[in-house]
């Protein structure tokens, strides 16, 4: 799979599952059809997140699921993910591309339009926008700690690499974030604090197959 | 050079520097005639290390001072160090040895036999061990929150790799870790904290090159 084929994208956090290991709530997600799966676990040491890892490493390459990790290109080199996350404050995307090689798949965070440029003209093969709603705001309309539906549509109008939208996303809100033109919608909570991430999984993604009910798509409506 | 040749060896930690750079700190320490330093910074960001990393490395290098990056292959591999140091927490010293291939430096933190044994069998150039005296420690005699040299004298003899002692070593009791059989002496504070870290790398130098005033040393003196 390539990120322009993401749809549902799981950042792990083990803090964050109810006492669930982070390797269930990955299988669960598995198994809800999720896309990817970023190892992220930033509390964690490196051998734990290594050893995590490896395990992640086994249970997506047999379910064909793209594998990602935040920050650490040494811990995706150790357990052949086929790729890293980075962000503003983590190693460039070009020494991540450089050091990684053109096969390796290459994300970066923004919440701008000058950074997704830069990292796009970096080599980054996919951005993770946002926060779009902030982190833990349940409705669309309150996205005031968020850069909204709005920045995310900017963005993908100045890139032409796929936007992965990330921060507060739940499936009541992730119709305007694929509307605004991102590929799919990047998760911690939606899915890893669910009851059932399996099921919270699949509802993320029929949130965004189906089609937004917004004014402007029910006028034309006989 | 190589660990081999080692006696005098910096670990970076600007939280301890007293307002002054890393990069200001590591000048004083090559000027004072430092063997290798190690880029640790564990509370900053991987961009703010990678940042410094290179500014060390120019420096290191014109000076033939060894570069080694504490926990993080990447960036060492980004920087173009002499390798890196990794502790029981992170990497395995055996995915270090595979990812960064046979010429790189790989040195490990260790506090026991068994651990140091398991080092040098999983391909370590050298090893760090300690904490010698603790940490505060500033006599011989307090070594209680320490292994103490015994236990570096006990690890010196079941390894044939070379041995930095490290933790609460200073000009005072740098002596007697040589006895063990440490070929040098890794520290923080005692450089980084110090009024004149050029003196202080010196006069640690100094303490390792001269006879140990013990007992059995003066007993034989006419």
């Known amino acids: 799979m390539a990120p322009s084929n993401w749809r549902t994208y799981l950042v792990t956090q083990a803090s964050l599952s109810a006492g669930r290991s982070t390797a269930e709530i ?20 490196a051998r734990t997140r290594y050893e995590l890892g490896r395990e992640l490493r086994e249970m997506t390459a047999d379910a064909g699921v793209d594998l990602v990790v935040n920050d650490r290109l040494d811990i995706a080199q150790a357990i052949d993910a086929d790729g ?29 339009v000058a950074e997704a440029r830069q990292a796009e003209a970096d080599g980054a093969d996919y951005l993770g926008v ?9 409705r669309v309309a309150e996205h005031k700690d968020g850069i909204g539906p709005e920045r995310v549509a900017e ?19 992730a119709g305007p974030v694929a509307d605004a033109g991102a590929i799919g919608v990047a998760v911690i909570s939606e899915i890893t604090a669910a009851d059932d991430p399996q099921a919270a ?20 409506q006989p």
């Open 26 to 45: 990955a299988r669960e997600a598995i198994a809800g059809g999720v896309d990817a799966i970023q190892l992220r676990e930033k509390d964690t040491d």
């Open 201 to 220: 999984t699949q509802a993320l993604s029929a949130a965004l197959e189906a089609p937004t009910q917004s004014p402007s798509n029910t006028e034309g």
């Open 84 to 112: 890293v996350h980075v962000g503003q404050s983590d190693l460039p995307v070009a020494v991540a591309r450089d050091l990684l090689g053109p096969d390796a798949i290459v994300g970066c965070s923004t919440s701008t």
């Open 155 to 173: 963005i993908t109008d100045a890139v032409s690499i796929p936007v992965v939208g990330i921060g507060g996303i739940t499936d009541d809100n």
């Open 130 to 138: 946002g926060s779009v709603y902030g982190t833990t705001s349940k």
